[in-house]
């Protein structure tokens, strides 16, 4: 999901996809130590999202804050 449809969102469904990002990337993390995946590529883009959703909180969060 890139930035543009996140700003769209609320901060309750952002909350909430920051939560399954942080659940996605934590069980693929344990699949790749228990060598079910070898995907590592794959966590770059976990780590990216979750990132990129914490970013957005942020702003959001401060644009309440000026306002």
Not at 8 to 13: A, I, P, Y
Not at 28 to 55: D, E, F, G, Y
């Amino acid at each position: 999901m890139d930035a543009i449809e996140l700003r769209k969102k609320s901060s309750s469904d952002l909350k909430k996809q920051l939560e399954s990002a942080c659940k996605a990337f934590f069980s693929h993390k344990m699949q790749i130590s228990m060598q079910q995946s070898n995907n590592t590529a794959k966590l770059k883009q976990l780590k990216r999202n979750i990132a990129r959703v914490r970013t957005i909180i942020g702003e959001q969060a401060s644009n309440k804050e000026t306002t």
